[in-house]
T-cell receptor
């Protein structure tokens, strides 16, 4: 079946450190891939997405590249800020008319 | 409204009671989704509506769970004879249509605690 696996948290970093949160997926065909973020006390928000292989999604300094050969969509940011502290969810969408399938989430905590 | 609205935001109920959770999607969004997030877990898909019909209800965990949607707007998730294992955040989301090109917007969730 379709599934998403992301690295266990929590991830604890100092401000300005480099961030990588690994995400791999299992799916047939060519799903669309997403990163969602949940800030404390808020709902889930779309952070970035990529709909085909080799696409790079980017937003707010975060990037992720859709790698078909490694079935991965790792999230990266060159210099994290305290305000990036949140839970990050990797997700896939198999095709139109189906629901997002989420990973378990990775908690990021950034200290100054 | 401006976003997906869910009510109640918090609900504490006794084991065995029925609960109803409400979702108001963004106006004009035809696709509506329900998810469940247990403490420390990822999001579990429950059911997907396209308009009034539910083409995918494969995630409903038991026959105690049901959902309906009227008029391409409000949806209600009903849990009958609640159990402690039902304690979770229930998230609703909506999008224009069920397409990867359309961003899915989430509500802030309804926190359900069964005691």
């Amino acid at each position: 079946g379709n599934s998403v696996t992301q690295m266990e948290g929590p991830v604890t970093l100092s401000e300005e450190a480099f961030l990588t949160i690994n995400c791999t997926y299992t799916a047939t065909g060519y799903p669309s891939l997403f990163w969602y973020v949940q800030y404390p006390g808020e709902g889930l928000q779309l952070l970035l997405k990529a709909t085909k292989a080799d696409d790079k999604g980017s937003n707010k300094g975060f990037e992720a590249t859709y790698r078909k050969e490694t079935t991965s969509f790792h999230l990266e940011k060159g210099s994290v800020q305290v305000s990036d502290s949140a839970v990050y969810f990797c997700a896939l969408l198999k095709r139109a008319g189906t629901a997002l399938i989420f990973g378990k989430g990775t908690t990021l905590s950034v200290s100054s | 409204g401006a976003g997906v609205s869910q009510s109640p935001s918090n609900k504490v109920t006794e084991k065995g009671k029925d609960v109803e959770l409400r979702c108001d999607p963004i106006s004009g969004h035809t696709a509506l989704y329900w998810y469940r997030q247990r403490l420390g877990q990822g999001l579990e898909f429950l059911i997907y509506f396209q308009g009034n019909s539910a083409p995918d209800k494969s995630g409903l965990p038991s026959d105690r769970f049901s959902a309906e949607r009227t008029g391409e707007s409000v949806s209600t998730l009903t849990i009958q004879r609640t159990q402690q294992e039902d304690s979770a955040v229930y998230l609703c989301a909506s999008s224009l249509v069920g397409s990867e090109r359309n961003t899915i917007y989430f509500g802030e969730g309804s926190w359900l605690t069964v005691v």
